[in-house]
């Protein structure tokens, strides 16, 4: 790696003339010219992903800068959330091949069948699984997210990855909100989601994902129709 060699020749230099490398930033210009040489590998896995989800991802070659972009100005934490819906990162039983696969937690499979789209060409009977690729487009979280945030209608896959501009946060709010209520409800009220699994009533279910919805808005800054408080409203590098 030429660059590498001729900075570490440059270091070697000033200590062959006992000059100090005190005022020099060793270890970030380092860093620097290791991580221009590391592919990224963001582009394509996004790409995938995306794909994977039912979205169009043709016309961007380049999500890496757009990202970079769009979600600067958003807390950490809700920006790591949507980075993990959007790249299949939530601990679904699933993706985690845990010992039982559950169904939908909301209940998509306890819906008569004209309120589901797919209804046409899908069994029923536990078909639609616990996987983050049903939650980005599963109606019932949708509805409920639709209700917390305010919004008239429910947001498009593509609203969800990219927003309707690079100012609009909706879509990473959106998903960041319901990482946050999937993972409290699956870590903190699993035997709620068994229960309804077995009764196949989702009442307390969604009423629970609801007002952890709510919360969760709350403790953020996350004001109806999906925009952010100032950073000084939400508790900050969670
Ligand atoms: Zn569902």
């Known amino acids: 790696m030429p660059e590498f060699a001729a900075y570490i020749s440059k270091i070697k230099c000033k200590l062959d003339r006992n000059l100090s490398i005190k005022d020099i930033a060793v270890q970030k210009e380092i860093y620097n010219i290791l991580i221009k040489s590391i592919p990224n590998g963001w582009n394509p896995l996004v790409s995938k992903r995306l794909v994977d989800f039912g979205v169009n991802s043709n016309l961007m070659h380049d999500s890496f800068a757009y990202y970079c972009l769009q979600l600067k100005g958003i807390q950490p934490h809700l920006r790591m959330s949507f980075i993990k819906t959007l790249t299949n990162g939530w601990h679904t039983s699933s993706r985690m091949h845990e010992a039982i696969c559950l169904p939908c937690i909301f209940g ?91 009764t196949g009533k989702f009442g307390l279910v969604r009423a629970c994902a609801f007002s952890s919805a709510r919360a969760f808005m709350s403790d953020f800054g996350i004001l109806s129709k999906g925009t952010q408080m100032g950073p000084e409203w939400g508790p900050q590098g969670t």
Request: aromatic content about 6%; charged content about 15%; overall charge negative.
């Open 108 to 198: 998509c499979n306890a819906l008569p069948d004209n309120c589901l789209a797919s209804s046409s060409t899908t069994p029923l009977s536990n078909s639609i699984r616990d996987e983050t690729a049903h939650y980005v487009s599963c109606p019932i979280l949708a509805g409920l997210l639709t209700q917390a945030f305010g919004i008239e209608n429910l947001l498009t896959l593509h609203q969800l990855a990219f927003g309707n501009d690079k100012d609009d946060h909706t879509g990473v709010l959106a998903c960041a909100t319901s990482y946050h209520v999937y993972h409290s409800l699956k870590f903190g009220n699993l035997p709620i989601i068994q229960k309804a699994i077995e």
